[in-house]
């Protein structure tokens, strides 16, 4: 996984070619748009990272905030990382009925949706993934699987 050194959101955005900025930043102002309250953006591992501040969730493994999404380019292509789809099986199912509907066949990690283009992800259902995840479930999820 190739990690940038910016540490800003704007250096990291900068650093990227003009296809791969404008796609990421599209993705970002969904998601900004839609990111339930509690979570915060940030540049993290390398990428940008929605994520649970430790001050409001400090119990983590890694001693590191909780994410729920991040945004990345990689070498051959970009990556949207969705914790949540990694946890809750319903929302990988929903992810891929909408690749599916989509006629699409997803690039796919446990966390990771690659892509080269927009038109390859169902951006829509993303987003939605992310907003109807709150804070409060999320960490509800966590310490289940916590707990195990």
């Not at 990272?49 to 729920?68: A, F, H, V």
């Not at 990771?112 to 993303?126: N, S, V």
């Not at 804070?135 to 699987?145: P, R």
Request: charged share 25%; aromatic share 8%.
């Amino acid at each position: 996984m190739v990690q940038s050194k910016a540490t800003t959101i704007e250096d990291y955005l900068n650093e990227l070619p003009e296809d791969r900025r404008e796609a990421i930043s599209t993705i970002r102002d969904k998601i900004l748009e839609n990111l339930p309250g509690g979570y915060v953006e940030s540049m993290n591992w390398g990428m940008i990272s929605y994520e649970i501040p430790l001050e409001t969730y400090p119990d983590t493994y890694n001693k590191q905030p909780l994410g729920i999404a991040a945004l990345a380019s990689q070498k051959n292509h970009m990556a949207i990382y969705m914790m949540g789809c990694y946890m809750v099986p319903e929302q990988q199912e929903r992810l891929l009925k909408a690749y599916k509907e989509m006629g699409v066949k997803p690039n796919m990690g446990k966390s990771c949706i690659r892509f080269t283009k927009l038109e390859k992800i169902p951006l829509d259902t993303i987003v939605g993934l992310i907003h109807d995840f709150p804070v409060d479930e999320y960490i509800k999820h966590y310490e289940s699987v916590k707990k195990k």
